[in-house]
C-alpha cells in the first residue's frame, strides 16, 4: 500500500510533469487563460492518461516491440478522440475555447512519456496509480495557473467579476503573464520539495 501511495503522490509534487519534469508545457500554457479551460484540459488528459496507460499495461506482454509506438498512438488516439467528441457534444462552448488542443493531446509528452515508460513495463494496479497521480498534478496547477491569470489580469474566476476592471493587470492574461506565472509556480514547488526532503532528512 505504501508503494502505491508513493506512486500516486510521486506525479503530485516531486515528479509533477509541468513543475519537475517539465514537459507538455506548451498546451499547458496556451490554455491557462481561464479557470474553466484549465478544469476542461485537467480532466481531458486525465481522462486519457488513465485509460491510455491502462489498456498498454493490460496488452503490453502482447504488443511486439517493433510496433509499441504506432501502438501507442493508436491507443492515445482513441481516447483522445472520445474526449474531444464528448466535449464538442455536451460542452461545446468550452470545447470552442479550447480549440485544437484537445486534439492534439494525442502527442502530449506526458502521456507518451508514461506510456512508454511506465505502463508498457508495469502491472494494472500500479499504473492506475501512476496515471491518477500524474493526471491530478498536472490538473491542480493548469488550475492554480488559470485562476492567478484569470483573477488578476481579467478580475473574474469562472465568470464571476471579484475585481473592477479598472485594477486588472492585462499583462497576466497574455502569453509573457502565463510564463511569468508558470516560473513562479516551478520556485514554489521547487521550494516545497527541498523543505520535504529535509524533513525526511531530519528524521
Same mark, same amino acid.
Given at each position: ?10 506525479? *503530485? ?23 474553466a479551460?484549465g ?10 492518461l ?28 482513441? @481516447?483522445?478522440?472520445?474526449v ?6 455536451f460542452?461545446?462552448e ?12 494525442? $502527442? ?30 498536472y490538473?491542480?496547477v ?8 484569470? *483573477? ?9 467579476? *471579484? ?5 486588472? $493587470? ?9 510564463? @511569468? $506565472? ?22
Open positions: 500500500m505504501k508503494n502505491y501511495l508513493k506512486l500516486f503522490t510521486n506525479g *503530485l509534487v516531486r515528479e509533477n510533469p509541468l513543475l519537475a519534469l517539465m514537459i507538455g508545457l506548451c498546451s499547458s500554457l496556451a490554455v491557462t487563460t481561464t479557470v479551460n478544469i476542461g484540459m485537467g480532466i481531458a488528459m486525465t481522462f486519457v488513465l485509460m491510455s496507460e491502462v489498456i498498454i499495461s493490460l496488452f503490453r506482454k502482447l504488443i511486439p516491440d517493433s510496433i509499441r509506438i504506432p501502438v501507442f498512438i493508436i491507443v492515445i488516439a482513441s @481516447f483522445t478522440t472520445i474531444d467528441l464528448s466535449m464538442q457534444a460542452t461545446p468550452l470545447s470552442k475555447s479550447m480549440g485544437v488542443f484537445i486534439p492534439l493531446i494525442v $502527442v502530449n509528452c506526458i502521456i507518451m512519456g508514461r506510456v512508454e515508460s511506465f505502463a508498457s513495463k508495469r502491472s494494472i494496479d500500479e499504473v492506475v496509480f501512476d496515471s491518477l497521480g500524474m493526471g491530478l498534478g490538473t491542480w493548469l488550475v492554480g495557473i488559470s485562476l492567478v491569470r484569470e *483573477l488578476i489580469g481579467a478580475g473574474t474566476v469562472l465568470g464571476l467579476r *471579484l475585481i473592477p476592471e479598472q485594477f486588472t $493587470v492585462g499583462f497576466f492574461a497574455q502569453s509573457p503573464g502565463g510564463f @511569468f $506565472v508558470f516560473g513562479m509556480f516551478i520556485a514554489l514547488n521547487l521550494l516545497f520539495t527541498r523543505m520535504l526532503e529535509k524533513k525526511g532528512a531530519a528524521k
